[in-house]
């Protein structure tokens, strides 16, 4: 089992003016192991396939990842920032399983 610690993005909708409301996203970095690798080309209309990866990752959470995981967007992972199409709770862990690329 690999290790892993990288930066996860967490979504919140904020009030920017009276009546006005926009995503912010906020950063936290996290530990933890990196449980299964898995990628895969996915045929598009376009002119290049869509990568998409399987990989799970089972992070270490904090109290501000418990309250807050249905709020994650995304984990930077080998220097790309990645879907997180599924979250399951195994305190005191978080398994966050990745997609496609994030773009947010």
């Known amino acids: 089992m690999a290790k892993f610690r990288g930066i996860i993005g967490f979504s919140e909708t904020k009030e920017k003016e009276p009546g006005i409301w926009e995503p912010e996203i906020s950063e936290k970095t996290y530990s933890g192991d990196s449980l299964r690798r898995s990628y895969r080309n996915q045929n598009s209309s376009g002119i290049n396939d869509d990568i998409n990866i399987s990989n799970e990752i089972s992070i270490v959470a904090d109290p501000y990842a418990m309250e807050n995981f249905f ?33 947010g």
């Open 71 to 103: 709020a994650i967007k995304y984990v930077i992972f080998q220097g790309a920032k990645w879907k997180v199409t599924n979250v399951e709770v195994q305190r005191p862990r978080l398994t966050l399983t990745l997609g496609g690329v994030y773009n």
